[in-house]
């Protein structure tokens, strides 16, 4: 288990998907959610799940690509989100 997170972490949980998405997508998803969040905090808060293990990190070409985990954490994450 990963803990209760942040509410900035589950925003961007929240905004991940089982599809690949750049750090692009991601941060367009979170700004029609809420607020926007600097692209900086979005990639530590990013590492931070893929160190969770609630979240993959891969590439899309050039770019960073990232996608939620499946595992029962990840469940037990989303749902306290």
């Known amino acids: 288990m990963t803990g209760k997170q942040s509410p900035l972490t ?3 949980l929240l905004c991940l998907s089982l599809e690949e998405q ?3 997508e991601i941060q367009w ?3 029609k959610s809420s607020a926007p969040i ?3 905090r979005l990639k530590i808060i990013l590492n931070k799940l893929v160190g969770q293990d609630l979240a993959h990190m891969g590439r899309q070409g050039n770019a ?3 996608r939620l985990a ?3 954490a990840v469940k037990a ?3 306290q989100a």
């Open 29 to 31: 998803r979170a700004r």
């Open 70 to 72: 499946v595992s029962p």
């Open 77 to 79: 994450a989303l749902d």
């Open 10 to 12: 589950n925003r961007v």
């Open 38 to 40: 600097s692209r900086e």
């Open 64 to 66: 960073l690509s990232f």
């Open 22 to 24: 750049t750090v692009s």
